[in-house]
C-alpha cells in the first residue's frame, strides 16, 4: 500500500455475538487511531453461518481474497445450533479452518492475564492468581489434528501425532522471540518420557534456544505437570510453549482463571495476514442483547495494532480496558449480584473515551 499509516482491515463479524463484539473493537480502533498517526478501513464480509446462508458456504471466494488482500482479519466468532444439521464441510466451523489454512498462520498466541481488579471473579483464591500474565504459544497447523494416517476402521481408529523439524523451529522462533519483548522465560510443554515426537520436540526447542536465543531461559515441562502448575501456581510462567494437542488443552484450561471467557483475546499469525479473534464462541442464547463482554474482541483488536506495527496505540487500547474495570464497569458474565451490569455497547464506548483519554494526556505530556 502506498500510504503506510493507512490499514485495510477484512471484518468478519460472523454469527452470535460476533457482530456486537466485533463492532466495539472497531469503536476502540477509531478511538485511537487518528492520535496515533493513522487511519484504517474496516470492510465487511460474511463468515460461518452467515456467509452458508448468504452465500451456501462457510468460506465464500470473496471473503478469501478481501483477507488475503487485507493487512489483518478481524474475526467475530462462527457457528450456533441453526448449522448444527450442516455436513463436516459446510459447517461454520469448517470455514475457520479453511480461512486459517489460506492465511497460512501457523501460531496462535494466546495471552492469559487476570487483572487484580478482577481477580475476585476466579475459580482460583485471588492472591494466587491476581497478576498472572501468560503468553501460550501453540504451534496451530501441524500435530495430531492433522497427522497421516488418520481416521476409522473396521477394528479402531488411528490419529497420528506428528511434526517435523522444521516445524518445530518455527514455532520455537515465535516463542523465544516473545520473550524476549516479556520477561525472558520460556516453559515449553511435551511428553518426552513416553512420545518420540516429544523427543524431538525438546531436542529442537532446546537447540533453538542455544543456538540463536542464549539470552532465554528454558525449561521443559510434561503436559500432565504443566496442567497442575498453571492451577496451582500461574503466575510462575511468562511464555508458554506448545504443540498443537497440548496448546489447545492447557489454554482452555488457563482460560478459566480470569473466570470469564469473554477476557480473552488471541492472534493467529506466521503467513502474510494474520487473524484476530476473541477465544469465545457465538453465544446465541444472548445475541442481540448487548449483554455480551467484548473485552476479548477490544484485546485482540490490540494484539492486531502489535502486529501491524502500532505498539503505542495498542498499549492505549490496554490501558482503556484496564482503567474502565479499575472504574468499576462490569458486564452481566463479570458481574456480582450486588454491581449493575453495563451492556456491550456502553462498555465499549467507555473504553473507547479512556483510550483516547490515554492518548491525549500521553501527547501533552510529552509536549510539556
Not at 22 to 35: F, I, K, P
Not at 123 to 147: C, K, Q, S
Not at 233 to 242: C, E, G, H, I, R
Not at 345 to 356: C, D, K, L, P, Q
Amino acid at each position: 500500500m502506498e500510504d503506510t499509516n493507512t490499514y485495510e482491515f477484512a471484518w468478519l463479524p460472523g454469527d452470535g455475538i460476533g457482530p456486537e463484539v466485533t463492532r466495539e473493537a472497531l469503536r476502540v480502533l477509531d478511538a485511537v487511531a487518528s492520535a496515533h498517526g493513522f487511519a484504517f478501513t474496516a470492510e465487511e464480509h460474511p463468515m460461518g453461518g452467515a456467509a452458508l446462508d448468504a452465500a451456501g458456504v462457510p468460506f465464500p471466494d470473496a471473503t478469501r481474497t478481501a483477507c488475503l488482500e487485507s493487512d489483518a482479519v478481524l474475526l467475530g466468532a462462527v457457528g450456533g445450533p441453526a448449522w448444527d444439521d450442516a455436513t463436516s464441510d459446510r459447517r461454520p466451523e469448517s470455514g475457520l479452518l479453511a480461512l486459517r489454512e489460506a492465511l497460512g498462520v501457523y501460531a496462535n498466541l494466546r495471552p492469559v492475564i487476570v487483572p487484580e481488579a478482577l481477580a475476585d471473579a476466579s475459580p482460583l483464591r485471588p492472591n494466587r492468581v491476581g497478576g498472572t500474565d501468560i503468553l501460550f504459544v501453540r504451534e496451530l497447523t501441524g500435530g495430531i489434528y492433522f497427522g497421516i494416517p488418520e481416521g476409522r476402521a473396521d477394528d479402531g481408529a488411528r490419529s497420528t501425532m506428528v511434526y517435523s523439524e522444521d516445524e518445530i523451529e518455527r514455532i520455537a522462533h515465535v516463542a523465544f522471540q516473545r520473550a524476549q519483548r516479556r520477561d525472558g522465560h520460556v516453559t515449553s510443554v511435551d511428553k518426552a518420557n513416553v512420545l518420540a515426537v516429544s523427543e524431538l520436540w525438546r531436542e529442537v526447542v532446546t537447540r533453538v534456544r542455544d543456538d540463536h536465543y542464549p539470552d532465554v531461559d528454558l525449561r521443559h515441562l510434561y503436559v500432565d505437570n504443566a496442567a497442575m502448575q498453571v492451577v496451582r501456581d500461574p503466575k510462575q510462567f511468562d511464555v508458554l510453549l506448545t504443540g498443537n494437542l497440548f496448546g489447545d488443552i492447557l489454554s482452555d484450561l488457563a482460560a478459566a482463571l480470569p473466570g470469564s471467557l469473554g477476557l480473552l483475546p488471541s492472534a493467529s499469525v506466521g503467513g502474510t495476514v494474520g487473524l484476530f479473534e476473541p477465544v469465545h464462541g457465538s453465544a446465541p442464547d444472548i445475541a442481540g442483547q448487548d449483554v455480551a463482554n467484548p473485552i476479548g474482541t477490544i484485546l485482540s483488536a490490540a494484539l492486531l495494532l502489535d502486529e501491524v506495527g502500532e505498539p503505542e496505540a495498542a498499549d492505549a487500547v490496554r490501558h482503556g480496558v484496564d482503567a474502565a474495570l479499575d472504574a468499576g464497569l462490569r458486564t452481566a458474565d463479570l458481574a456480582t449480584p450486588d454491581e449493575e451490569p453495563v451492556s456491550t455497547s456502553t462498555f465499549g464506548r467507555e473504553v473507547a473515551t479512556r483510550a483516547a483519554d490515554h492518548t491525549h494526556q500521553n501527547a501533552s505530556a510529552s509536549l510539556s
